[in-house]
């Protein structure tokens, strides 16, 4: 809830003059709860968000991809509420920050990897298939996602290359960058769930065949192992010079981008395999990642050792894929029933570390209570997780859209003006032929001034 009256304020006042800590309310069988969870969480996430007063709206300098998370959590909260109160913020901000060529690789930020890229152009994709307002005489949302994707699978932009591991995207676009030479799998899986996404949007084969091309070489490598279903983190050029076996690093979101992709390609061509490949990746995150001992919550690994938030980005990784995972339980119904138990307890869990001295603030995991670590990554995991959990009041109706059922398939991602193998110019008006007129008769005149000075006679 948002305290806007007079006597919701007065009530806001005597609670924070409480000297204990409360759990964000929620109650599973409420709709309403839920949505006002909801309301709270992505209140207290976009407290954080200062850059909307700046002029370089959408940019957060400690890690510019987490802008891409926070307006993916503002873009799925909208979804599940109907709520439009940060929408323009994600409307301004997510078009500014594709840069001058429109492909999320702007010059103001240094080292931008694959994998930072990729997440901008999923928020694009999914304000496409969530039918989010194109701006006015701007991109369309669908041109800036398929701009991602063509930067990502051009060698010469440091995107898919096959000198290392026989394919691949690799993790950083630079060669000054540390991990140019790792493949790693958020950066694959990513580019897999892009091409899956634009595919199921546009009803376009050109970009099945690409995911098609990326799961392929995951599985081949063994990112993806297509048996056990594990996702290992990355692989890299080994010191023979051939391809060194995955690690053994487990995170949320690499499952989470393997297997939503597969539900987008599943939905694009009706193939049984994709089907299998999605409920097997649900299965095999569930595994790892869920904590009985807990409440059946979700966590990442380092959360235990308390060590997430050593670093911005991993607080981010659980959010990010049970938005994942509730739009594969839109996509693909039959899922529902699988993935819906996991939400509730991970939301319940959720709720009751969003205390943070009574603010509703909330912390990196999912139990215990709050553990104190407030910060604007761990807002938005939280803002995600009530949006996801929402799933379990949406039907059909709230399905992502393609072109098939609605969706603005405009785009025009080849007007790029930093990657054309020309400049560009615009039309000439009869302005600049006058304009133009004036100066030839002024530049006539001057040369002939300077024939006549060159000629004549020198003064006595």
Same mark, same amino acid.
């Given at each position: 809830m948002r305290f806007r009256g007079g006597a919701h304020l007065a009530i806001a006042l005597h609670i924070l003059q409480l000297s204990h800590v409360f759990a964000l309310d929620l109650d599973l069988n409420s709709q309403e709860s839920i949505k006002d969870a909801g309301d709270t969480a992505a209140y207290n996430m976009m407290t954080w968000y200062k850059s909307n007063e700046t002029d370089n709206p959408g940019f957060i300098k400690r890690s510019w991809w987490t802008g891409a998370a926070l307006y993916l959590a503002c873009l799925?909260?909208?979804?599940?509420?109907?709520?439009?109160?940060?929408?323009?913020?994600?409307?301004?901000?997510?078009?500014?920050?594709?840069?001058?060529?429109?492909?999320?690789?702007?010059?103001?930020?240094?080292?931008?990897?694959?994998?930072?890229? =990729?997440?901008?152009?999923?928020? @694009?994709?999914?304000?496409?298939?969530?039918?989010?307002?194109?701006?006015?005489n701007a991109?369309?949302?669908?041109? /800036? @996602? !398929?701009?991602?994707?063509n930067d990502q699978k051009d060698t010469g932009h440091g995107g898919w290359e096959e000198t290392i591991c026989g394919g691949g995207v690799r993790w950083q676009k630079d060669v000054w960058q540390g991990g140019y030479t790792m493949k790693n799998s958020v950066s694959n899986g990513g580019f897999f769930m892009l091409a899956a996404r634009i595919a199921w949007f546009t009803q376009q084969d050109k970009y099945a065949e690409w995911a098609e091309k990326v799961w392929d070489w995951a599985t081949d490598v063994n990112l993806v192992n297509n048996?056990?279903?594990?996702?290992?983190?990355?692989?890299?050029?080994?010191?023979?010079?051939?391809?060194?076996?995955?690690?053994? =690093?487990?995170?949320?979101?690499?499952?989470?981008?393997?297997? #939503?992709?597969?539900?987008? =390609?599943? @939905?694009?061509?009706?193939?049984?395999?994709?089907?299998?490949?999605?409920?097997?990746?649900?299965?095999?995150?569930?595994?790892?990642?869920v904590q009985p001992k807990h409440g059946g919550v979700i966590a990442d690994p380092c959360e235990a050792t308390g060590v997430c938030?050593?670093?911005?980005?991993?607080?981010?990784?659980k959010g990010l894929t049970?938005?994942?995972?509730?739009?594969?339980?839109? !996509?693909?119904?039959?899922?529902?029933?699988?993935? /819906?138990?996991?939400?509730?307890? #991970?939301?319940?869990? @959720?709720?009751?570390?969003?205390?943070?001295?009574?603010?509703?603030?909330?912390?990196?995991?999912?139990?215990?209570?709050?553990?104190?670590?407030?910060?604007?990554?761990?807002?938005?995991?939280?803002s995600q997780m009530m949006s996801a959990v929402m799933v379990k009041?949406?039907?059909?109706?709230?399905?992502?859209?393609?072109?098939?059922?609605?969706?603005?398939?405009?785009?025009?991602?080849?007007?790029v003006t930093g990657q054309d193998s020309g400049p560009k110019f615009r039309p000439i008006t009869m302005g600049d032929?006058?304009?133009?007129?004036?100066?030839?008769?002024?530049?006539?005149?001057a040369m002939i001034s300077a024939v006549v000075f060159l000629f004549s006679d020198p003064a006595p």
């Open positions: 799925n909260y909208w979804h599940a509420t109907n709520d439009t109160t940060y929408n323009e913020d994600v409307s301004v901000g997510l078009e500014h920050q594709a840069g001058e060529d429109g492909n999320y690789n702007p010059s103001w930020v240094q080292g931008v990897g694959n994998d930072d890229q =990729m997440f901008w152009g999923l928020a @694009a994709i999914t304000a496409a298939e969530y039918n989010f307002p194109n701006r006015p991109d369309t949302w669908l041109t /800036l @996602a !398929i701009r991602v994707f048996k056990t279903w594990a996702v290992g983190d990355s692989v890299s050029q080994g010191k023979d010079g051939g391809c060194s076996g995955p690690d053994n =690093m487990r995170w949320t979101y690499n499952y989470g981008t393997f297997l #939503s992709g597969a539900a987008y =390609m599943y @939905a694009y061509t009706n193939e049984s395999k994709w089907l299998d490949r999605t409920s097997n990746l649900v299965d095999s995150l569930f595994t790892t990642f938030e050593q670093d911005a980005n991993r607080p981010l990784f049970v938005s994942w995972l509730s739009d594969t339980a839109l !996509i693909i119904p039959s899922l529902k029933d699988k993935i /819906l138990p996991k939400l509730e307890a #991970s939301a319940q869990g @959720a709720a009751k570390s969003c205390t943070g001295d009574g603010k509703s603030l909330c912390g990196n995991r999912w139990y215990g209570g709050n553990d104190g670590q407030n910060s604007m990554e761990n807002a938005i995991t939280g009041y949406m039907g059909n109706s709230s399905k992502p859209v393609s072109v098939a059922t609605g969706g603005n398939g405009t785009s025009d991602p080849d007007a032929r006058a304009g133009s007129g004036i100066l030839t008769v002024l530049c006539v005149a």
